[in-house]
T-cell receptor
Framework: ETGVTQSPTHLIKTRGQQVTLRCSSQ?????VSWYQQALGQGPQFIFQ???????GRGNFPPRFSGLQFPNYSSELNVNALELDDSALYLC?????????????FGPGTRLTVT | QQQVKQSPQSLIVQKGGISIINCAYE??????FPWYQQFPGKGPALLIA?????SEKKEGRFTISFNKSAKQFSLHIMDSQPGDSATYFC????????FGAGTILRVKS
């Protein structure tokens, strides 16, 4: 059984640029959630995708967008990067329904915006 | 709005001692309360979870105590080991995970 994988591991971007982060969900999981974790803080929910549809969104602006593909892998896109977007971006996969709270996290992508 | 408050921010415990981390929540719509463990450079890993209709759940050295009327829950790590040194997050789940700010645990050998 393959766990959740994310790419790239690290990324450095300049303010105003756009970035795409990728996530492969755990085998059999149809739900992917994305989180932003600032240094020294708990993860903050960005949004969730279930069967290729957005299924809930946290308090993040529209320049944070995502996709889920038929194989349940997912992308997080961030446009017009700001310095405050520097953080660890975590992807988590789960089964839907009653087991949705049991989320399995990837190792994250460390994004630095300069 | 912080919906899950976690304390303490950091904790130092001697090997073999009991580590206790406390959380309080505001949102009564939460229907699961998981705890996650995170090591440096890794994503959080689910440790143990409890439903609000249960007052206590134990898995090995880890126990969650839950007080629904007080809207509080806690994690107890018995016989704490140096390998338990990590950051611990409590969370509430309704239709999304809402995390506390985390507790950095250091177990001294």
């Amino acid at each position: 059984e393959t766990g959740v994988t994310q790419s790239p591991t690290h990324l450095i971007k300049t303010r105003g640029q756009q970035v795409t982060l990728r996530c492969s969900s755990q085998s059999g999981h149809n739900t992917v959630s994305w989180y932003q974790q600032a240094l020294g803080q708990g993860p903050q929910f960005i949004f969730q995708y279930y069967r290729e549809e957005e299924n809930g969104r946290g308090n993040f602006p529209p320049r944070f967008s995502g996709l889920q593909f038929p194989n349940y892998s997912s992308e997080l896109n961030v446009n017009a990067l700001e310095l405050d977007d520097s953080a660890l971006y975590l992807c988590a996969s789960s089964l839907g329904g009653q087991a949705a709270y049991e989320q399995y996290f990837g190792p994250g992508t460390r994004l630095t915006v300069t | 709005q912080q919906q899950v408050k976690q304390s303490p921010q950091s904790l130092i415990v001697q090997k073999g001692g009991i580590s206790i981390i406390n959380c309080a929540y505001e949102n009564t719509a939460f229907d699961y309360f998981p705890w996650y463990q995170q090591f440096p450079g890794k994503g959080p890993a689910l440790l143990i979870a409890i439903r609000p209709d249960v007052s206590e759940k134990k898995e090995g050295r880890f126990t969650i105590s839950f007080n629904k009327s007080a809207k509080q829950f806690s994690l107890h790590i018995m016989d704490s080991q140096p390998g338990d040194s990590a950051t611990y997050f409590c969370a509430g789940y309704g239709n999304k995970l809402v995390f506390g700010a985390g507790t950095i645990l250091r177990v001294k050998s």
